[in-house]
């Protein structure tokens, strides 16, 4: 029994069973936290030490390093049971779906710029600031996190391999 199998027995029932549902959009989760701190830590280190006069090299880094774990987790954890791709296209798949996931976590803060205008001098710095933060990191980290949860589940590690895993059962069962 495994250390996330114990900790799920141990949960009320109600709960364990909501747990059991979604295991995999609690396990997206998880790694899309993971890969947040990752690409923070790494971030603001570089920023802050070997490359504090290049921030954007900074933030390529270090998304590059948390999108490669991010898609190593995601296969080997979080869709663990789907599958029928070869990697090659499962890979490709992923990067695909992840650069359109970043695209879209940048429409809120576009918006919130360009089109409301929360920008100084219309507002204060503080005001600027919210608001980058509200539009950049929560609504556009949910429109992103919602997009690529379904495509990656819809077109990157689709239950081809769960299926055929069901049907190889029900067919031993006949027997």
Do not use: C, H
């Amino acid at each position: 029994m495994s250390v996330v199998d114990d900790a799920v027995d141990r949960v009320p029932q109600p709960l364990r069973d909501l747990l059991i549902k979604y295991n995999e959009l609690i396990k997206f989760a998880i790694v899309g936290g993971t890969t947040f701190i990752i690409d923070s830590g790494i971030f603001y280190t570089l920023k802050l030490t070997v490359l504090d006069t290049k921030p954007v090299t900074a933030k390529i880094i270090s998304g590059v390093i948390a999108v490669l774990v991010s898609y190593v987790l995601n296969r080997e954890w979080s869709f663990k049971s789907r599958g029928g791709r070869r990697r090659d296209q499962e890979a490709l798949l992923f990067f695909v779906v992840s650069g359109i996931g970043v695209i879209l976590s940048f429409i809120p803060l576009v918006i919130s710029s360009y089109v409301f205008d929360l920008r100084v001098p219309d507002v204060s710095l503080a005001t600027e600031n919210i608001a980058d933060f509200i539009s950049a990191y929560v609504i556009g980290n949910l429109l992103q996190m919602a997009f690529r949860f379904w495509a990656f589940r819809r077109w990157v590690f689709p239950d081809e391999l769960e299926r055929e895993i069901e049907e190889l059962e029900e067919e031993f069962k006949g027997r």
